[in-house]
Structures are given as structure tokens and as C-alpha cells.
């Protein structure tokens, strides 16, 4: 099965900073990753999906990229609201694996 | 609007069977364009899809590795919901249990259910 590997595992970032969290495949998923956002107690949110379309109502100061084996996620200008933790998935094919997490604090 | 309403116990004993549904309104278990997920969340684990059921002319399921000799994902199409069944649970399977759907298109976990709590414990 595809391993999806994402690094940090923890990121403490100032409001205002530009965020970037990365995401890589065992294997090369073409664009079949999805990043979500799940902040405690809440159900998870889709944030992107096809590595880097935007779902609908999600600010656009998220952003995604890449394809292959290596993606990320980029918060353009980190909100109080942004802390979460937040997974990607690749759905190429079963088994749809998700990363281990990065949980995004502010400084 | 789709939504996902989730229902079943939230304390399990080790060894019995972890029984969850997930009512779908706005949306078809049988579409032909969906899929129909369960995923779980633990602190020592993360997201971790467990499954899914869909319809595409016939019926079928996939599942994780790690629960496949436990689990089973079924649909119910008079109901309009589906099931999820967890065999021989232990107090590793405690976390919070949702269902969610895929859209074809799409092909993300686009709409989820409240998430349920559940505690494997005697």
C-alpha cells in the first residue's frame, strides 16, 4: 500500500506568517490528494482537493500544489482561526490513506 | 444540502461488534456518482479511513488493511443510509467514528457526519 508521509508533525507559526506543509507518497499518486483541516471537537473540513482546487467557501489564502509524490499546502497569511490539524489523503485508489497530521499552533 | 446523521452506541465491550449507521438525506446511497465512507480519529493515530460502499450498476465495498477481517460496510437502500459493523473490538478501536461521502468528480471526503464517540471498555 501507498504510504502518505507528511512533515512537520507540529509547526508553531506568528499570524501573518506564510505556512507551508508538506505531503509525500511512497509511490506517485498523479493528483489525487486531498488536504483537510480539523480543528478538536469539530468534524474535518475539506480544504483542497485534486492537489491544488480549492473547495467551495474555503478562504483563499489556502493554496495547494504539486503532483507525483510531493505536495503542499500553503496558508498564505496565518489567522488565529487557522489552528487545526491538517491531514492529506490520496484517493487514486484503495485503500485511501491519510497522512500521520500536522498540528498548526500560533506563536 | 447533503447531510449525514449518525447514530449507535458509544461504549462497546472488548470482543463484541461496534455497530454505527449513517441516515443520508439529500444525496442516494445508490447513486452512481457516490461513494459512502466511515473514517475514525485517534490521538495516537490520526485520520484513519477504515471504508466505503458504492454503487456502479452492482454493489461494492473496499476496506483498510489493518480492520479488513473485522469489518463490513453495508448499504441500506430502503433506509437510504448505510452501516458500518466492527467485529472482535479491543480498546485500540476506541476514537471517534464518522461517515462521510465521496463525489465523483470530485473524489474527496466532501460532507461529513457528526462524528460518534466511541469507547471500547467493560
Known amino acids: 500500500d501507498i504510504q502518505m508521509t507528511q512533515s512537520p508533525s507540529s509547526l508553531s507559526a506568528s499570524v501573518g506568517d506564510r505556512v507551508t506543509i508538506t505531503c509525500r507518497a511512497s509511490?506517485?499518486?498523479?493528483?489525487?490528494l486531498a488536504w483537510y483541516q480539523h480543528k478538536p471537537g469539530k468534524i474535518p473540513q475539506l480544504l483542497i482537493y485534486?492537489?491544488?482546487t480549492l473547495q467551495s467557501g474555503v478562504p483563499s489564502r489556502f493554496s495547494g500544489s504539486g503532483s507525483g509524490t510531493d505536495f503542499t499546502l500553503t496558508i498564505s497569511s496565518l489567522q488565529p482561526e487557522d489552528v487545526a490539524t491538517y491531514y492529506c489523503?490520496?484517493?487514486?485508489?484503495?485503500?485511501?490513506?491519510f497522512g500521520q497530521g500536522t498540528k498548526l499552533e500560533i506563536k | 444540502q447533503v447531510q449525514l446523521q449518525q447514530s449507535g452506541p458509544g461504549l462497546v465491550k472488548p470482543s463484541q461488534t461496534l455497530s454505527l449507521t449513517c441516515a443520508i438525506s439529500g444525496d442516494s446511497v445508490s447513486s452512481n456518482s457516490a461513494a459512502w465512507n466511515w473514517i475514525r480519529q485517534s490521538p495516537s493515530r490520526g485520520l484513519e479511513w477504515l471504508g466505503r460502499t458504492y454503487y456502479r450498476s452492482k454493489w461494492y465495498n473496499d476496506y483498510a488493511v489493518s480492520v479488513k477481517s473485522r469489518i463490513t460496510i453495508n448499504p441500506d437502500t430502503s433506509k437510504n443510509q448505510f452501516s458500518l459493523q466492527l467485529n472482535s473490538v479491543t480498546p485500540e478501536d476506541t476514537a471517534v467514528y464518522y461517515c462521510a461521502r465521496v463525489i465523483a468528480g470530485k473524489d474527496a471526503l466532501d460532507f461529513w457526519g457528526q462524528g460518534t464517540v466511541v469507547t471500547v471498555s467493560s
Open positions: 509511490q506517485g499518486i498523479s493528483n489525487y
Open positions: 489523503q490520496k484517493y487514486n485508489s484503495a485503500p485511501y490513506t
Open positions: 485534486a492537489a491544488s
